[in-house]
């Protein structure tokens, strides 16, 4: 995330914009700096974010050892459809990713049997949330709120749910918006799950965008990218990544994920 994507949050310049001359040689070494998170524990590794501000990418690492010790099964009496604590992470990004673009953190959530629909969604998968409002706002996600969201909120191809099935939200995620022409979701020819890009929406706005890849397709330890649809309305001028790309770091057995083509919204 260069220096024009940290100008525009404070002063409306276009995505792009070089250093100003006048800016002292700290605060250009800050804006150009690759920020790294603290390391989190998770399924016995250690994941963590980073921001390169040079370079207009924000991410984070995720071990394939983490991906290994990921259960397949459930405990006895486990319900699938409620979130183990246990199976999450949250990461914060830095304020200037925050003050600059859409995101606000990361959270990691994994599914050892999958979730609803059934059988589409169903396999061992990881949920990977890119939030653009803060971990309070997300805690306090309580479905109480039943907005409409506006079609032009909705990329192309995209909706809540079959026709005349009213939306599920989830308690500290929303409604999720998936995209109807998925190979998944085929009407004819459904073909298995392996990785989908998500939308997430609460109280009439979007409030994330999620990657959902299976824990197979990810140990394949194969690179691969996804676009983030680009909604005609976000109601918020910021910057939104619309591409996300997992990159298989051989050396050091894992996955970057990284996202990028930032692009201004409103």
């Not at 605060?27 to 790294?36: E, M, Y």
């Not at 319900?79 to 995101?103: G, M």
């Not at 890849?213 to 309305?233: C, G, N, W, Y």
């Not at 996202?259 to 409103?266: C, G, K, N, Q, T």
Request: proline content about 11%; charged content about 15%.
């Amino acid at each position: 995330m260069a220096a024009g994507l940290l100008l525009l949050a404070g002063c409306g310049t276009q995505q792009g914009t070089v250093l100003d001359s006048t800016q002292d040689s700290s605060t250009a070494a800050s804006q150009q700096a690759v920020i790294q998170g603290t390391p989190t524990p998770y399924f016995g590794a250690m994941v963590a974010t980073w921001s390169d501000l040079e370079h207009e990418e924000i991410g984070f690492s995720l071990p394939l050892a983490a991906i290994q010790a990921a259960p397949t099964t459930l405990p006895p009496g486990a319900n699938p459809e409620i979130p183990d604590p246990a199976h999450s992470v949250r990461l914060e990004l830095p304020a200037e990713v925050k003050s600059a673009t859409f995101l606000d953190h990361i959270q990691v959530d994994y599914n050892p049997v999958g979730h609803p629909p059934a059988p589409v969604y169903t396999l061992p998968h990881f949920d990977i949330h890119f939030y653009g409002i803060t971990s309070a706002e997300q805690d306090a996600i309580d479905c109480t709120d039943t907005s409409t969201i506006a079609k032009n909120r909705l990329p192309e191809n995209y909706a809540f749910g079959p026709p005349n099935v009213p939306p599920e939200c989830v308690p500290a995620m929303g409604f999720h918006a998936v995209d109807i022409t998925a190979p998944e979701l085929s009407p004819t020819n459904p073909q298995p799950f392996t990785k989908t890009m998500v939308l997430g929406y609460y109280q009439g706005r979007l409030t994330f965008v999620e990657p959902m890849v299976t824990r197979d397709e990810l140990l394949k330890k194969q690179s691969f990218e996804m676009a983030i649809p680009h909604p005609e309305v976000v109601a918020r001028n910021t910057l939104l990544p619309t591409k996300v790309t997992a990159t298989f770091d051989e050396a050091n057995q894992q996955y970057d994920f990284v996202l990028s083509d930032f692009v201004e919204v409103e």
